[in-house]
């Protein structure tokens, strides 16, 4: 776990959106969803619930 990955989690949680949170953070959206991915698997857990509109963070 890196700390960029947790301000990525904290940006997507606060903007509710990968692309929003990646103009916030100065990358690439897919960067943005790479890492936060990654981090997923290493904790063995999605930490977003997604959908095509909105993302929400899970329980």
């Known amino acids: ?12 949680a606060d903007t509710g959106g990968f692309t929003r949170a990646a103009e ?18 290493e904790l063995g857990a999605r930490l977003f619930d997604r959908t095509s509109r909105k993302v929400r963070p899970t329980r």
């Open 1 to 12: 776990m890196e700390l960029q990955q947790l301000r990525y989690v904290v940006a997507v």
């Open 24 to 41: 916030r953070c100065h990358v690439v959206q897919s960067a943005l969803s790479h890492q936060i991915g990654k981090l997923e698997r």
